[in-house]
């Protein structure tokens, strides 16, 4: 298993990243979806844990999680939407995800939770939700290893980007400096993920981006293309 600080410096020395959500794959066809991913040269995988709760939809746990490893050498961020994360940190720790994002929103403290999941060794994760905003997560900055906005509602994938959430990422970026990494998730494609790139964002999730498209190597390339364009802009 990878450090902790060797999964950052690998993370930063990749980005940005388009991390692809296999919310939006083929879950007949697993081994075929992680060959093609394989392929496209994917370096985090964005696993999308809903429990009925948390969120109106229900997805996949630590069962999926542990056969879609098998196929994989990618990076598992699990992004859990779920209420009370850290019932579960065990399990999906046991099946091999090396970054855990929890929601602020679920959870009354965040701090003990992000301590325990830094303490088993993986990457810390604090998602809020659009209307959220930074101000809320500002406080946890030094434990946290990720940052991720949601830019749609989180529940369902194909979802239209909010455009709100921009000035998250950005306020985000100036109060946190260049050291956090910083995700977007919700509605990222061609039309969206320039903004997000030049407001600071490192990492991208893409779910209908990557998913919907008949190749999703040129898809993943493409979308990574226009965020360094983006960032050179800046
Ligand atoms: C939404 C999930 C997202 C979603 C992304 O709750 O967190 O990861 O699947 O899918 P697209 O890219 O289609 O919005
Ligand atoms: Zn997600």
Known sequence: MRSREQLLSHLRSVSPVIAPSMLKCDFGNLHREFERLG???????HLDV??????PN???????IERMRQHSGAIFDAHLMISDPGRYLDEYVRVGCEAITIHLE????PLGILRAIRE??????????PATGWAPAAPFVGEMDLFLVMSVQPGFGGQKFIPGVISTIREARL????GLLISVD????KSTIADCARAGCDLFVAGSS????PCYSAAMAELRRLAMEARAAV
Do not use: K
Not at 50 to 55: E, L
Not at 58 to 64: E, Q, R
């Open 175 to 178: 109060s946190a400096g260049a």
């Open 50 to 55: 809903m429990d009925g709760h948390f969120v």
């Open 120 to 129: 088993r060794g993986l990457l810390a994760g604090l998602a809020v939700n």
């Open 106 to 109: 679920a959870v009354p403290e």
């Open 210 to 213: 990557v998913f919907d498209e």
């Open 186 to 189: 919700g509605g990222i494609g």
């Open 39 to 45: 392929a496209a040269g994917t370096e985090v995988v």
């Open 58 to 64: 229900l997805s996949y746990g630590p069962m999926v």
